[in-house]
């Protein structure tokens, strides 16, 4: 590794400090999303395996996965968050050694929320994909959307964090790369009104009120994607 290659990796471990991470405790709505997220991946894979969460904080989503059924690990760049997931009984690598496993070892690998966060995002794509079984589902959740009517209007969402983000991806963006190494497309969803986040009234409200210089945060209709896709057998 390069020494500049150092800098950048402590840069963005220092970017994910304790105050970062303040919104991911005790958030009822975080929470509920999980649960609908493991829902659908356990109907994917009824019988569990081997589950790996890249970026996965500090583990509530993993957590949630019966250890009985799913052996757990993520990968986690901040040092502080790393050390509560594996309190959590999630196993997760030092950084430097974050994706040393052998090939076509995991059942389900999921990027939830951390897609944008990644320097080089289809490397690690590339990188993931060599770790999944034949018929192994790789999970994209909470995963931004610019080919959305909010990008569109304002060129940012709601939920991204700006001084972090090295891609904003799109639903047609990450269908093409994801055909082009070879993975199906088992679905795209953009999960809206089914979430806690959904106020559709107010939602569209805030949106007419932008063109008159009212600019509010809100939920909005595919600013938000869930992607799934199957490793050919």
Request: aromatic fraction near 14%; proline fraction near 7%; charge should be positive.
């Amino acid at each position: 590794m390069s020494h500049n290659t150092d800098n950048a990796t402590e840069k963005q471990k220092a970017r994910y400090d304790s105050g970062y991470f303040t919104a991911y405790r005790n958030d009822p709505k975080r929470e509920a999303m999980y649960v609908s997220e493991r829902k659908r991946i356990c109907n994917l894979k009824p019988s569990g395996g081997r589950i790996l969460d890249v970026g996965c904080g500090l583990g509530g989503f993993l957590a949630g996965f019966s250890p009985e059924q799913w052996q757990r690990h993520g990968i986690e760049i901040s040092e502080l968050a790393a050390n509560e997931a594996r309190k959590a009984g999630i196993q997760v690598n030092d950084f430097e050694k974050a994706y040393e496993y052998p090939d076509e070892y995991f059942d389900v690998i999921t990027f939830r929320g951390s897609l944008q966060l990644i320097p080089t995002p289809f490397a690690v794509i590339q990188t993931c994909i060599k770790l999944l079984v034949p018929g192994g589902i790789l999970v994209f959740l909470a995963t931004p959307n610019s080919n959305s009517p909010y990008y569109r209007r304002f060129k940012t969402l709601p939920f991204l964090t700006p001084h972090g983000n090295f891609l904003i991806p799109s639903d047609i963006m990450m269908r093409n790369a994801l055909q082009n190494f070879g993975m199906l497309i088992i679905e795209i969803n953009y999960p809206y009104l089914e979430t806690p986040y959904a106020r559709p009234i107010s939602d569209h409200l805030k949106f007419l009120m932008s063109y008159f210089g009212i600019k509010k945060k809100f939920a909005f209709w595919r600013s938000s994607m869930e992607i799934y896709s199957e490793k050919p057998r």
